[in-house]
C-alpha cells in the first residue's frame, strides 16, 4: 500500500504514552500488512516524558500517506486518546494496537477483513493472541477461547463473559457511533468498548495461530501491578481491577437499559468468585472478613473444602489449620 486517500478502509488506532521501548515493534508491525486495500494509522501520542513522540514523528514523516500522529501538550488518558482518534478516523473498520502490544501477522489486517464482508450479522471479529511476559517472570502463553477454526458468538456470548484483547480486534466504525454516550469516566476504557460493540450485533472469532502479542509486565504498565511480586501492591491492583469492572459493569447496564442483564449479573458473579479465590488466600484476618461480607451472596458457588478450610483459618489461625490438614 502506497497512498492513503478517502477509500481507507481501515483505520488503525494507536494510542501511546512513554513507550519509547517497544512503538518501533508496533507500528512495524502495522506496516507490514500485506492487502488489497487502503489502511490509515493514526498514533495518538499522550505526551510522553520519552522519546515515544519523537519516533511517532519519525515515522509519520517517512510514511506521510499511512501515517498520521495526533500530538497533545497535555497528559489526557486513554479514553479521551480513543475520542480523539475516532474524531478522525475514515474506515470503514477500526483495528487497534496500543503502543505497547504488537502485530505478527502480515495478513492480520487482511483476514479480519475478509472475514467481516463475508459476515454482515457481526459487527466484531477477533483472534488468538499470545501473551508475551516481557519481565520473563512468567511462561508465555496463547490466549483465546479453545476453538479449532472460525466461529460466531452470539451478543449474549460475548457481555456474559469471552474475553477479548484489544489488540486483536477489528470493528464496525458504524457500531460506536453512539460511543461517546456513555463510555466518559469508564474506569477500563477495554472492556467498555468491548462490550458496547457486542451489544451491536455478533461477534466473530477467527481460529487458529495467534497474529498479535500483548505484552505483560512493562515497566509503568497498568498490568504490571498483576504479576507484580510486591504483596502489597498486588493486592491493591487486583482489588482496584475488580472494581473498575463492576462500575465498568453498572455503566454499561444502564447504557443499554438492562437488555443483558442477565447476562452481566452471571459476569459480576465470576468475577468476583475470582476475585475472592485470589485475594482470600494472600490476604490477613481482617482483609478476609471484609471481602466474605462484601461478596457472601457468591459464597455458595464456593466448593466446600476450600470454604471449610477459609472460615477455619479465620476462626483458629493459619497455623492451627496447617497442623489440622496433616490429619485430612
Known sequence: MEDRSENVV????????NH??????????????????????IIVEDCSTDDTKRIALEYADKHPNIINVLVSENNLGITDNYLRAMGVITGKYIAL??????????????????????????CLCFHPVSHVFVDNNQEDFVFGPKIDGNHV???????EGILIRTVSMLFKTESIRDLKSWIYGAPLDDLALQLHCASKGNVG??????????????????????TSTDLKQSKKWHKKRHEDHLEVFDMFNTYTQQKFNNQIQNRIRIN????MSFMLPISNRKEQVKIIYDKKR??????????????????????VMLQLKRFV
Open 97 to 122: 494496537c496500543e503502543g505497547d502490544d504488537y502485530w505478527t501477522d502480515s495478513l492480520k489486517l487482511q483476514t479480519q477483513v475478509d472475514f467481516l464482508e463475508t459476515h454482515p450479522d457481526c
Open 20 to 41: 519509547e521501548k517497544y512503538i518501533r515493534q508496533a507500528i512495524e508491525g502495522v506496516l507490514m500488512q500485506d492487502t488489497d486495500f487502503l489502511f490509515e494509522l
Open 205 to 226: 472469532y477467527i481460529g487458529g495461530k495467534p497474529m498479535s502479542a500483548y505484552n505483560r509486565g512493562n515497566e509503568g504498565a497498568w498490568s504490571a501491578g498483576e
Open 10 to 17: 481501515v483505520s488503525v488506532v494507536m494510542p501511546t504514552y
Open 153 to 159: 458468538f452470539t451478543s449474549e456470548e460475548i457481555i
Open 272 to 275: 468476583s468468585i475470582r476475585y
Open 298 to 319: 457468591y459464597l455458595r458457588y464456593f466448593n466446600w473444602k476450600p470454604l471449610c478450610y477459609m472460615f477455619g483459618r479465620l476462626i483458629v489461625g493459619e497455623k
